[in-house]
């Protein structure tokens, strides 16, 4: 990276010590609140693929249990609108109730429900409260339980939790927008006499203003490149962590190449941000003491 020329001792400015760590930060948060943005996007769209245009029926445990069951899966297979009944097997539910109860769930003696998935043609409305009584009619405290308000609330809880991490992302670059032109004022402050004499050789604002830009340029980069490796290595850990949660309720906690090479263009945009930045402050200020 090029280094600042030395016409002006900027290098030497005690308030750009604080440029590295601003933007180390805020390219740190950004990733991350991205990412979060990202994880929250492809888990909820995971479980609207795998929950759109279900129904979950529960047969209670009991004595009756597997009579009960053949008589809600016939009824099933027969109700205009259904395409596909699927008995959950005791592996399928041991496999989803692990990680609250651990490994050995097979070898608890547990009155489980029989749960059934029946999978609803695409584009048919199906009269739940009808197919609960005649479910009822043939296996007394069955259940259905229609995933659609849960889907609903779900999406609406990602689409709250997204924008908050919108939000939180917004607020980090004004702040660090702040700092730099706070930064930057201060450097034009300290350095005044010089950029005075500066003016009278001859240099017009424009100079004056690149020098402040490369000589954020560096800084902003070294910034950039550390926030960079800590935000990476973050969203590498929660992927790494977030494998060993994936299950029927957990989705892969992963993201696409798209959104790396995203991720990756956010340290580019951040040092771009600040350089403008500086450059427009620089010159508003130089522009007010003509």
């Keep these: 990276m090029m280094r600042p020329p030395r016409d002006l001792p900027l290098r030497n400015d005690p308030a750009s010590r604080y440029i590295p760590w601003t933007v180390g930060l805020l390219v740190f948060l950004a990733i991350l609140s991205l990412a979060i943005g990202f994880f929250l996007s492809s888990a909820g769209e995971n479980w609207r693929r795998s929950l759109s245009g279900t129904l979950t029926i529960q047969v209670p ?61 695409r584009g048919h409305a199906i009269d739940i409260e009808a197919l609960s009584t005649r479910l009822m009619a043939v296996a007394p ?7 659609a308000v849960w889907l609903r609330r779900l999406t609406d809880l990602v689409a709250i939790a997204a924008t908050v991490s919108l939000s939180v992302m917004v607020l980090v670059l004004l702040s660090a927008v702040m700092t730099v032109v706070f930064t930057t004022r201060t450097g034009l402050a300290i350095h005044s ?14 100079y004056i203003a690149r020098q402040f830009q490369i000589h954020t340029l560096w800084l902003a980069g070294i910034g950039a490149a ?6 990476g290595s973050s969203i590498l850990l929660i992927e790494v962590y977030g494998a060993r949660l994936s299950n029927g309720l957990f989705p892969d906690i992963t993201l696409s190449g798209i ?10 945009a951040a040092v771009l941000l600040v350089v403008a930045t500086v450059g427009i402050t620089v010159k508003r200020v130089l522009g007010r003491m003509m």
Excluded: N, Y
């Design 61 to 121: 445990a009991g004595p009756d249990q597997q009579a009960f069951t053949g008589s809600v899966i016939d009824l099933l297979s027969t109700t205009p609108g259904i395409d596909a009944v699927h008995r959950i097997t005791d592996d399928e539910v041991a496999t989803m109730l692990e990680p609250w109860l651990g490994d050995e769930i097979s070898t608890l003696d547990l009155p489980m429900p029989v749960l059934i998935d029946a999978t609803v043609r």
């Design 141 to 147: 405290g069955t259940v259905v339980d229609e995933h």
């Design 193 to 206: 006499d010089i950029v005075e004499v500066l003016h009278l050789i001859g240099a017009k604002d424009s």
């Design 226 to 231: 550390c926030g960079s490796v800590l935000g």
């Design 259 to 268: 959104q790396w090479g995203l991720l990756c263009l956010l340290p580019v």
